[in-house]
């Protein structure tokens, strides 16, 4: 048969070497709008070569979609290496900025989290209370959760960040 | 050193990459880079229209193998060339193309004539570039040769704003290329080419489905010694044609949507299908899960991803086809293909390429035949979109590569008189043969003005039926023949529209005028000559089988 089976939809993490250009990031988010990719999360930074920098992608689909991501990916001129993270393994964050109204209820809340998670506070005063949490994608999703419950002001999210453990 | 102005180093670089032809118009922003193409040995073409400039190019580009170069202004002349541009994305035609740029200090400030190009070309140029300082010149206009041209071909575009382009500098153009995001697999794993050549030769039904990547990869020589050689039937898609002669005993015609019965039917039964250079366009396999359904799959392309895109595939083999059939055809040897050879000849004998004809009327098939007949084999053919450019896949024979023109991916009407003309540049001795319909040609019929005053003897052939016939017919089979915007009410004389130009032509209305008329136009040297076919309005491409469909609904002649 010539058709593609089916395949179960899965997230997958990509580090991604870059030449550290203009219009760089925007030949790379194109990429994905123009082919109908997803992008959960993008994080972008130079590297120790200022020559380069590395993009952390988090993208979902299936194994036929995933395979043909990485191989446009590889067709963009500068684009240097792709690393699929997932295969191996990693470590992974992502920072988040959270907004509370200050009140007991939010102040009982926090924490436990505070020593469960790396997580501070940064700000507070009798009015607002301002946490910062840098976790692993999976936690921070866990924790946005939780926060959301609480009663956000307001929300910043980076993507995610993301290493080999290989040397 | 040699101090150099921005403008005149791309002129060196143009020089020192072996440009012939430069298409191209130019504007405000792009003076300076005109100023310095009036000193240059290459020859500077000037278009009526920057689409138009872009297809010369590009015919240039595929009936060369070189490099098609174009040069225009900013904001409107770059926004022109981008239907071209894409045209040469999607069939990977080598090309670089610098536009105009406001000055950098301007850039943003939606200044006059300007446009966010390298933005509007993203997504259809293998890769782009905004100078923003002239000493980047030489690296990039190095890179831009390269990259169009290595790999899977395609369009390079550089942005060249006029402040850089005036810019002095020390020019040295660099002897290579470094980039460290861009090394193309050339050569194919030998142990995918030794497992290829152990399926073909297990195979008892196998098929070779080759497209247009044969072509670019120079590699015709080496397809008919791998076809001899393992004796398999050989069928092209439409930017694939020309790949094998038109007449050899074992190339079945073109397959798809217009392809012939018989070719469809060895891939729809073939137990081994051998892609080269094809990338399973749905024009080529209608609806994917009954395309091939028995055949195991062996691709050959230069492009990773290119490969498992449309179709599971068995052995993948990454490299230049050239390459991979020369190693492929050291390992092979003849298949038995008797028996499947006997079958392909019977679907041959119940359905052969065929027409109505009525010994009166001019019919589409038949103009296109006697083209065929009487200009030959090694003739330069470019069509448009539509039903001519079916008929002309069908109808006209070609003896080898490059001698086929024609839009394939992006379908872009418009293509094929500018791209016979780009051809015909290159190659002023040769016939060259602009298959057209009467609304396609007038999608670019200002390049006659090239033409007349370039004295090209291009030949137009107008396949008039004062329809855009392809909709008209798909309103026929599919919209209950409401033929909504089809009719092409007001259509010029196209034979007075060329004299105006200072051009020739003829207009035949009847089958017994046909074959004069094209020996006539044969001897037309100095200028283009039209020939005005009057042809049957309500013909049909035959075979079809429609979008997203199968072989089992085929529709052939009634």
Redesign the interface.
């Known amino acids: 048969?010539?058709?593609?089976?089916p395949t179960p939809i899965q997230q997958r993490v990509l580090s991604v070497l870059?030449?550290n250009r203009?219009?760089v990031l925007?030949?790379v988010v194109?990429?994905f709008s123009?082919r109908g990719f997803n992008i959960d999360s993008l994080a972008v930074g130079e590297t120790e070569d200022p020559t380069m920098s590395r993009i952390t992608l988090v993208v979902k689909g299936d194994a036929?979609t995933l395979?043909?991501i990485k191989?446009?990916l590889?067709?963009?001129?500068?684009?240097?290496?792709i690393q699929d993270l997932t295969d191996e393994e990693f470590v992974d964050k992502e920072l988040m900025l959270v907004k509370f109204k200050t009140s007991p209820r939010v102040k009982d809340a926090l924490k436990p989290l505070l020593t469960k998670y790396r997580m501070s506070v940064i700000d507070e005063d009798g009015s607002i209370t301002v946490v910062e949490s840098t976790e692993s994608r999976e936690n921070t999703q866990k924790l946005f959760g939780l926060f959301k419950e609480l009663g956000i002001v307001e929300i910043a999210r980076t993507g995610t960040v993301a290493l080999s453990k290989k040397v | 050193m040699p101090k150099m102005t921005g403008a005149q180093a791309v002129v060196e670089a143009f020089t020192k990459e072996g440009v012939e032809y430069v298409f191209g118009l130019p504007g405000g922003a792009c003076l300076p880079l005109f100023d310095a193409l009036y000193d240059a040995k290459f020859k500077v073409i000037l278009v009526r229209h920057e689409q138009g400039a872009v297809h010369m190019a590009e015919g240039y580009a595929r009936a060369t193998g070189k490099h098609g170069v174009v040069v225009v202004t900013s904001g409107p002349g770059a926004t022109n060339t981008v239907t071209g541009i894409a045209d040469a994305y999607m069939d990977s035609i080598p090309l670089v193309v610098v536009t105009g740029q406001v000055k950098t200090f301007l850039i943003g400030n939606d200044a006059f004539q300007e446009a966010d190009v390298t933005g509007i070309t993203r997504p259809i140029t293998k890769h782009n570039y905004l100078v923003k300082d002239a000493k980047e010149l030489p690296r990039v206009l190095k890179e831009a040769f390269y990259i169009a041209s290595h790999g899977r071909p395609g369009p390079v575009l550089i942005d060249f704003p006029s402040d850089v382009s005036l810019a002095e500098f020390d020019f040295v153009y660099p002897e290579t290329v470094n980039i460290r995001g861009f090394k193309p697999t050339v050569e194919g794993h030998p142990g995918q080419i030794k497992k290829a050549a152990k399926l073909i030769q297990q195979s008892k039904r196998p098929v070779i489905y080759t497209g247009g990547g044969v072509i670019i990869a120079g590699a015709a020589k080496e397809l008919i010694k791998f076809v001899e050689k393992t004796n398999v039937p050989c069928t092209n898609t439409l930017m694939g044609l020309g790949g094998v002669s038109g007449t050899h005993p074992l190339f079945l015609g073109m397959l798809g949507m217009h392809g012939t019965v018989y070719a469809n039917k060895a891939v729809n039964d073939c137990d081994l299908l051998i892609a080269i250079g094809a990338r399973f366009d749905d024009r080529v396999t209608g609806d994917l899960t009954k395309f091939a359904p028995k055949a195991k799959i062996i691709h050959i392309d230069v492009d990773p991803s290119a490969i498992s895109k449309n179709v599971k595939v068995d052995v993948p083999i990454v490299g230049d086809v050239k390459q991979v059939l020369t190693e492929l055809n050291k390992l092979v040897e003849p298949v038995d293909t008797k028996e499947w050879f006997a079958q392909i000849e019977v679907w041959k004998k119940e359905s052969p390429l065929r027409y109505h004809d009525d010994g009166k009327a001019v019919r589409p098939q038949y103009a296109i035949q006697k083209l065929s007949e009487i200009m030959g084999g090694g003739a330069i053919v470019s069509t448009d979109v539509g039903q001519h450019q079916m008929w002309a896949a069908q109808y006209y024979k070609l003896n080898g590569p490059n001698q086929f023109l024609t839009s394939g991916g992006l379908g872009t009407m418009g293509y094929g008189f500018p791209a016979a003309i780009g051809a015909q540049f290159a190659f002023p001795e040769r016939t060259v043969l602009c298959i057209t319909g009467d609304g396609s040609f007038q999608m670019n019929i200002q390049e006659m003005a090239t033409a007349v005053y370039s004295k090209l003897p291009v030949k137009i052939a107008v396949i008039n039926n004062n329809y855009l016939g392809m909709v008209r017919q798909w309103q026929e089979i599919f919209y209950k023949h409401r033929y909504s915007s089809s009719e092409m009410n007001g259509n010029p004389d196209f034979v007075k529209l060329a004299g105006a130009y200072g051009a020739t032509g003829r207009r035949i209305d009847k089958k017994e005028e046909v074959e004069e008329a094209i020996r006539w136009s044969m001897t037309i040297k100095d200028r283009p000559c039209v020939l005005d076919f009057i042809v049957t309005e309500e013909e049909n491409v035959f075979p079809m089988i429609p979008s997203g469909k199968s072989l089992d609904q085929l529709m052939d002649m009634a």
């Open positions: 048969m010539a058709v593609h089976d870059v030449e203009a219009g925007s030949h194109g990429l123009a036929r395979e043909q191989k446009q590889n067709k963009l001129i500068d684009v240097i290496k």
